[in-house]
């Protein structure tokens, strides 16, 4: 087996998990990595699955596999642009049509991650930018839409914001992952120290988000 990140032969006995799995997703079909990075971001709003699998996975896998070679680095930010620009329409469109019952049919399971007291203060504050500022938090980004259109906000205000709040995200998540991959790939190779590197970084966003959520129940 032959290491992406140093390009050399690896002995079964150390072969490294994490350069496991970045040839692993380097090796996805690339009609299937471009597939998911359109739709798991259109699926955030208009579905509410941002609440269990947040878009951004997909656009890093995405940036992770162009790194690879295997897609242009446009592409991923094209799909990943237009499936979050599509969902948020979408989204914001249930809200327009069915109001603050369409989050009340919401499952069980994900109503108890629905943050909708803070959303709907945050988009009575801030209006359109509301729309920006929430396409950078996971459970925001799944329920600003659907607030914006509950809540009455004009269609063209919230079609700028969404079309501008979604090509800086996607482009930025991309660019997240290429450059992930990059540095991971000379950390390994230069330093050798790639994978300690990424394995603790992994560990203290866990660890992070594990303490967030703890808090945030505290206060409750």
């Known amino acids: ?75 991923v930010v094209a799909a990943g642009a237009a499936g979050a620009c599509l969902g948020d329409q979408a989204g914001y469109a249930l809200g327009r049509r069915y109001g603050p019952g369409v989050l009340a049919r919401a499952p069980r399971v994900l109503r108890r991650r629905l943050d909708i007291a803070r959303a709907r203060r945050l988009v009575a504050r801030r209006g359109a930018w509301a729309v920006l500022i929430g396409r950078w938090v996971a459970v925001l980004r799944a329920v600003v839409p659907l607030i914006a259109g509950t809540g009455g906000m004009r269609w063209p205000v919230f079609l700028r914001a969404n079309l501008a709040g979604g090509l800086v995200w996607a482009t930025a998540v991309a660019l997240l992952g290429y450059l992930g991959a990059a540095a991971y790939r000379y950390l390994e190779r230069e330093l050798g120290i790639g994978e300690w590197a990424l394995l603790a970084v992994i560990g203290v966003v866990v660890v992070l988000r594990v303490w967030r959520i703890r808090r945030r129940a505290a206060r409750r």
């Open 1 to 75: 087996m032959v290491s992406f990140a140093t390009g050399q032969p690896v002995e079964g006995d150390n072969r490294l998990v994490v350069d496991t799995v970045v040839e692993t997703l380097v090796g996805l079909p690339p009609v299937l990595v471009l597939t998911l990075v359109f739709v798991l971001p259109a699926l955030e709003s208009s579905t509410l699955l941002g609440l269990v699998v947040p878009g951004e996975t997909a656009i890093l896998i995405g940036g992770l596999v162009a790194h690879g070679g295997a897609l242009p680095l446009w592409a």
